[in-house]
């Protein structure tokens, strides 16, 4: 277990019999949970700093119309919520579930606050994973800020494409990313094939071809 967890970026840098000493100096637990069990609501209070050892879980949320919008896949080794450990609101802003059995390691508030003590590496780890994450949900916010799909897809293709390149492979299929963009599977495809009708693009499964880089730049201007 301690070797998965030395991968962690909370632990990055530490060796895996460091990492045991540190936690069996403190209390912690294993939990394992089985596919599509709910690890916290939202609004739950975070007491816990929570990790994946093993397997992966989801944070998704409901909108007001009762569409479900995945925020993001978390797989081992990451953290879950390390941000919201601390702070005046320490709740859980979505709900986690898990997308398979999965192994996680539960390490309570006050025995973070000894393991800083302990380990400055750990303590800067944790610094750096919170701040990644603020600027991760940052970088979201504004992505989710495009009004249409075709938007949200031209500024997708263009963050993963590079200026030697017109060929682009997509890491999710067309309903991970439906469910990444928060809309439904066939407006995604509608727009995909709208794209491609406009020959800005061409779709080969998750292969995307630009076919004209400058208007697929104007389509977010």
């Known amino acids: 277990m301690y070797h998965h967890i030395a991968n962690s970026p909370v632990f990055k840098g530490l060796a895996p019999d460091t990492i045991e000493t540190l936690l069996k100096s403190v209390p912690f637990r294993i939990k394992n949970v089985n596919e599509q069990q709910v690890i916290a609501q939202r609004e739950d209070e975070c007491v816990n700093l929570i990790l994946v050892v093993h397997g992966s879980v989801r944070g998704e949320m409901l909108d007001y ?15 879950i919520a390390a ?37 400055e590496l750990f303590l800067k ?26 938007e949200k897809l031209a500024q997708y293709i263009l963050n993963l494409s590079t200026k030697d390149s017109s060929r682009v492979l997509l890491p999710l299929t067309q309903k991970e990313l439906a469910e990444y963009f928060g809309v439904t599977r066939p407006s995604l495809a509608r727009a ?19 076919l004209n880089r400058t208007l697929l730049i104007q389509l977010l201007n």
Not at 83 to 99: H, K, M
């Open 192 to 210: 995909l094939g709208e794209l491609e009708k406009d020959q800005i693009i061409e779709a080969k499964g998750k292969e995307i071809v630009i």
């Open 65 to 79: 119309s009762g569409k479900i919008l995945k925020v993001e896949d978390i797989y081992a080794p990451r953290p």
């Open 125 to 150: 780890n944790y610094l750096n994973a919170i701040s990644n994450r603020a600027q991760f949900l940052s970088q979201r916010i504004w992505f989710l800020s495009f009004k249409t799909i075709k």
């Open 83 to 119: 941000a919201f450990l601390f702070g005046q609101n320490n709740r859980y802003p979505v709900d986690v579930i898990s997308n398979e059995e999965t192994t996680l390691l539960v390490i309570p508030k006050e025995s973070v606050l000894k393991l800083f003590q302990q380990s």
